[in-house]
Structure formats: C-alpha cells, structure tokens
C-alpha cells in the first residue's frame, strides 16, 4: 500500500520497465481521498485500505461486535467488503480469524465421520464373542442381596433360554459373513429342526441309521476345512465392509501437548442451557497418545480426566 501511495502523490516508480507497467496498471484502481488511500471494487464501491494495526477491530467487530452474526472466514471477508474497507490479505486473516473463534469452536456442530480406520478382529473359534464378559460382575446395592440373587438366578436361566431360541432359530440358516451356518461350524455336521423329527421331510424319512453314521463320520473329517473356509469367507466379507466404512473416515490424529476440544455428552451438559449449551467443551491437552485414535487428557489446571477418549469426540483447539 506504500507503493500506491508514493506512486499516487509522488510519482515515485520502480525503475525496472516491466515493474513499472505492473504499477501503472494496479494504480489505476486506487485513488487518495484526504490523505488515505481507498480501492475502487468492481461494483464501484470506494474501500478504504487499511493498515495492519486496524484490521483486527475491523475483524473483531465484523465477526462478533453488535452487528456480528460469526459467520464463517469466506462470509467474513464479503461483509467487511461490503462495510467498505480492504486490505491485500483480507481473505486468509478471516478465515484464520473465523478459525480462531473461541464461541464458533464450542457451538461448531458435532462430527460424525468416523475419525480412524476400521479396525476388524476375527475370532479364534465360532461363539468366542459371546463368553466375552466386557461389564463385569455389577455389585448389589445393600440390602437387595437376595433380590438380587433370585433376579440374577431368573436372568441366567432366561438368557439360557433366549440363547438356545437364538441357536434353533438360526442354525439352519447360513450367515453372510461365513456363507456356514453357526451349527454346522460348531459341530461339523447340519442341524435338523424337531419339526422334521415329527413330520419327516425326504432329508429325515430317506435317511437311515447307518447312512446317517457314514455322513457324520464324513463330516466330523472335513470340519477343520470347513471352518478354514468360513474364517477365509468372513476375513473376505470384512475387508469389503471396512472398503466402505473407510471411504467415510476423516483422519484426525493429535500429539502430546495438542490442545482440542472434547464433546459435550448428555451427562455433562447443562440441563438450565439445553440446546443453548455448548456443543464442545474445554479446552483440554493430550497428555498420552493410546494408540488406535485413543488419548489420554489433562485439564487447563493439569487434572488428569478419567480414562481415554477417542478421536471421534475430540478437535483441534484453535488459539
């Protein structure tokens, strides 16, 4: 801007040919009214150039003053157009200045995409997910001991029952992910429903004793291939999910000493603001890097928060 200015009231030019050209050209959409130097838009608006020390009142006030809605870096910088003012890096300070919004980052709307590959495990044998015990034993209150005895006695004996209804109902059906059904990778052989022992179909009424017996033996030899195949079949059934999901997966890594924001859970919420409250909270600073898109959390004060968090609840932090 001081080149325009000494070129508009001084004359003053490179002395190089072609810099000169350049000048003459871009001069010619400024001019100095009373002693400041304003641009003239394309709409024919006169902008007044501003200097380094004015931007951030200009910024400030545009964004979050008594007229500010704090709209975004790209809306920011068409506004204070619009209120008339203009400086060379307009454009990339609101955006940083949008960026660096304390309010804009806690009210910013929750992130949905999955922050870290899929991540797929592949059981050792069929069912081992389901002895997994991830809750634990959950103490009873004092008092309910016996209430607790007989309910757990009920549950037991009901998830038993629920268990065996889930086995009946699926396991002469094949599942996708293993292209088997769960019995017959359990036990080597196809499961026959009670209904075909009281109405026999042509499998059940063509079968005989010693048939039946060559057929399991046959079968109980091929098991090891037959699972070998079903864990080939679900290991090829994974890696085209994980295809999908990781076409949706925004990676958001941090490091120690990174400051983010963490979201804002129904339990930390509160419950006098509701929708007004804000959506991230913070800010926070990773201490440990977990792995696997988990971290380890501290404070402003340096209070360690309580077990890790994922990436998918948290975001950077922009000071």
Known sequence: ???????????????????????????????????????????????????????????????KGECGNHTNGRNL?????????????????????????????RHAPDIHQPSEHLNMSIPSWPFMKWGMDIVGKIPPAPGQKVFMLAMTDYFSKWIEAEAFKQVLSKKCNSKKSTGQTPYSVVYGTEAMLPT???????????????ANNIELSYDKDTVDELREMAKIWLASNQHRVANIYNKHVYIRTFHVGDMVLRKTFQNTMDVMEEKFDDTW????????????????????DGIQVPRSWNALHLKLYHV
């Open 1 to 63: 801007m001081k080149t325009y200015n000494d070129y508009l009231q001084f004359g003053t030019m490179p002395t190089n040919n072609n810099e000169a050209r350049i000048l003459r050209m871009k001069a010619s959409r400024f001019t100095i009214i009373d002693g400041e130097l304003f641009k003239k838009s394309s709409t024919w608006l006169l902008q007044r150039c501003l200097k380094t020390h004015d931007t951030d009142m200009v910024l400030r006030d545009a964004h």
């Open 77 to 105: 910088s068409l506004k204070i157009l619009h209120l008339g003012y203009y400086w060379m890096t307009l454009r990339p300070d609101a955006l940083d200045y949008a960026k660096r919004c304390d309010a804009c980052q």
């Open 196 to 210: 075909e022992v009281m109405i026999p179909t042509a499998r059940y009424g063509l079968l005989t004793s010693d």
């Open 281 to 300: 909270e913070g800010p926070y600073f990773i201490d440990v890097v977990v792995g696997r898109g988990a971290y380890q959390l501290s404070s402003m």
